[in-house]
């Protein structure tokens, strides 16, 4: 993109968005109702009914009108099955942190063994290699038999989730460490504590961040599943819960806004990313 | 005879060869002394385990035999006694060239305070003319300026020993001399020891007191040991005015070039040859029998560009 026009991209983003709106307003443009059942079939069935063909797909209009509800209100609290918005999120993020908060306090000290030990590298490779792939969905009936309380069970959920990503990458960061940089702490006589600090840590961290980078994105991802399992709070189960309802609208402004949240942690880890990277 | 200051004896590298087969021999039966304040320079070609002595010198390789005895001990495992230039200067990139220096410092002196440290540290980039980037990542510096550096954080430890693993190798040839001038001078004031790889005749003529010659690999060892035999105080500028330079220069080269291969294992001169004793040579001085005579109708060996010297890096 060149400099001179910085503000063709936001300008066809806008377009992009006009015409995806469009395209929606159209698709869901419904003239106005003629009664098509029969008046005393409409008073048997109810009030739904009588509208015929009325799909439960709302409006831009609709959706438009329901997100200024949220965001004028995200924090209010009426039951167990009506709380705002926000409050879902907070329940939400403070799972994935806590999860993803305790996964890196396991995964990099943990990673840091591995990659320093070739021995302990091929030892717990094979239990790597296998429990990678699985689904952290999976877990979950195991943890909520062992654990029997459904939030904790979620947390936990996201700790294996965000666990290999960052166990993974510290190993292969540590392990890459340049030969050289350790041979100069060697004939310093840098004790070993100092060296993992001064060191290895500062040479592997733009590889263990881009770990916790990937880590938080699956986390904010495995999220909304876990939370539609184990339910009573949080984003996915007010997903879940609005499907019940058929409230369309309601499940289109929470995608909006777990986009927007997962997009506001994945350029906070990138920030910390590029505080850590260096030039060679 | 005392003993030297550093003293190598039957140093020998082995790679255990595919089953069944003999070890893969990269050098044997090296001994070779360096006394102190004495700057040895080691040249031979690639693959004769340049590298490898100088590592284990450094205590960072383990030789399959023999012994390093440094200041009457054996040299086991890396130590700030020996500091070490490595070739491709390996500064740690996040650190400012400061904080480079530093982190050898504070190892050496752990007790002193983090004023005392960054005094020590700057009194040494300036000596190598750096006063003025202490804040600069290496990243930003230029390659010549990265390499001086790295001499700084070695001569800053004042380690007894330094050990430099062709530092000037990646270098354009300007910088390369201003940079030889300098650890000349730095050489010369503070009569560090020294034990330095290179593959460039010259550098090795202008900087060393001796000039160790490596056979060629498998089976290297330490061919001659020839003794530079020109006043200490010299300049790049006015070394080659001198008539024993191009006698020194001529017996390196035609070592390298003729004479390097000639000491496998059943070649005739390797059957003269004790490596316990390698011969002592002064080009020009002793019987006349090393000044080579030029092919006729060859020209004298054309003298490298000499760069003026105030061309910064």
Same mark, same amino acid.
């Given at each position: ?6 503000? $063709? ?13 469009? &395209? ?10 003629? *009664?098509?059942? +029969? ?13 015929? *063909? ?9 959706? #438009? ?30 799972? !994935? ?17 591995? #990659? ?25 009936? $195991? ?32 392990? #890459?460490?340049?030969? +050289?940089?350790?041979? !100069?702490?060697?004939?310093?006589? !840098?004790?070993? $504590? ?16 881009? #770990? ?9 991802? &495995? ?40 997009? *506001? ?6 920030? $910390?990313?590029?505080? &850590?990277?260096?030039?060679? | ?60 390789? /383990? ?38 220096? /530093? ?9 002193? @305070? ?11 980039? /300036? ?38 693993? /062709? ?30 790889? @290179? ?38 500028? @006015? ?6 330079? =191009? ?15 000639? =000491? ?50």
């Amino acid at each position: 993109m060149r400099s001179a026009r910085p503000w $063709l991209a936001p300008l066809l983003s806008a377009l992009f968005l006009a015409l995806l709106v469009g &395209v929606w307003y159209l698709a869901t443009y419904q003239p106005a109702a003629e *009664a098509t059942v +029969d008046s005393e079939y409409a008073a048997l069935v109810g009030q739904a009914a009588s509208t015929g *063909a009325k799909s439960a797909m709302p409006t831009p209009g609709e959706v #438009g009108a329901k997100l200024w509800e949220h965001l004028s209100d995200p924090f209010y609290d009426r039951g167990t099955n009506d709380k705002g918005i926000g409050i879902q999120l907070l329940y939400s993020i403070g799972r !994935v942190l806590l999860g993803f908060g305790l996964a890196a306090l396991v995964a990099i000290p943990l990673g840091f063994v591995i #990659g320093m030990s070739p021995l302990i590298y091929k030892a717990l490779d094979p239990f790597i290699q296998v429990l990678k792939p699985v689904s952290p969905l999976a877990w979950m009936p $195991l943890a909520l038999y062992t654990i029997k309380d459904s939030g904790i069970s979620a947390i936990f959920v996201i700790f294996i989730c965000s666990l290999w990503p960052m166990l993974v990458n510290t190993a292969f960061g540590v392990a #890459g460490v340049r030969r +050289d940089w350790l041979n !100069v702490a060697r004939t310093l006589e !840098v004790s070993r $504590l100092r060296t993992a600090f001064q060191v290895i840590l500062p040479a592997a961290a733009p590889t263990i961040m881009t #770990g916790m980078r990937i880590s938080i994105g699956i986390a904010w991802l &495995v999220i909304v599943a876990a939370e539609m399992l184990v339910g009573g709070t949080g984003i996915g189960y007010f997903v879940w819960n609005e499907w019940n309802n058929l409230s369309i609208a309601n499940i289109i402004s929470a995608i909006l806004f777990i986009g927007l949240i997962g997009m *506001a942690l994945d350029t906070l880890l990138a920030r $910390l990313a590029r505080a &850590v990277t260096y030039r060679e | 005879m005392t003993q030297p200051f550093l003293k190598v004896e039957a140093l020998a590298k082995r790679y255990p060869g595919p089953a069944g087969k003999p070890a893969n021999t990269v050098f044997e039966n090296i001994h070779f002394g360096i006394a102190k304040g004495e700057f040895a320079c080691i040249v031979g070609h690639s693959g004769c385990g340049k590298t490898t002595i100088l590592n284990v010198l450094a205590g960072l390789d /383990e030789a399959s035999e023999g012994v390093v005895i440094m200041d009457g001990r054996e040299v086991r495992g890396p130590s700030l006694d020996r500091g070490v230039v490595f070739q491709g200067h390996a500064l740690l990139p996040w650190l400012s060239t400061l904080k480079n220096v /530093e982190f050898g410092v504070r190892s050496r002196w752990p007790q002193w @305070t983090p004023k005392q440290i960054e005094a020590h540290s700057i009194r040494y980039l /300036e000596m190598v003319g750096l006063g003025h980037a202490l804040h600069k990542k290496p990243a930003e510096l230029s390659g010549g300026m990265k390499q001086r550096v790295g001499i700084a954080r070695a001569f800053a430890i004042q380690p007894k020993m330094l050990l430099l693993d /062709e530092p000037f190798g990646a270098l354009d040839a300007l910088t390369r001399g201003t940079i030889q001038d300098e650890l000349l001078a730095i050489v010369q004031a503070t009569h560090q020891t020294v034990f330095m790889i @290179t593959h460039d005749v010259d550098e090795a003529i202008l900087l060393a007191d001796k000039v160790l010659l490596m056979s060629n690999g498998p089976h290297a060892r330490i061919a001659e040991i020839v003794d530079i035999t020109m006043p200490r105080d010299r300049s790049r500028a @006015t070394i080659h005015h001198d008539p024993q330079y =191009y006698r020194i220069r001529n017996h390196l080269v035609d070592f390298l070039v003729n004479r390097s291969r000639d =000491y496998a294992a059943g070649a005739p001169a390797a059957a003269a040859h004790d490596p316990r004793n390698p011969p002592l040579v002064r080009p020009g001085l002793e019987g006349g029998a090393e000044v080579l005579p030029l092919p006729a109708g060859a020209a004298p060996a054309a003298p490298q560009l000499k760069p003026v010297s105030s061309a910064s890096a």
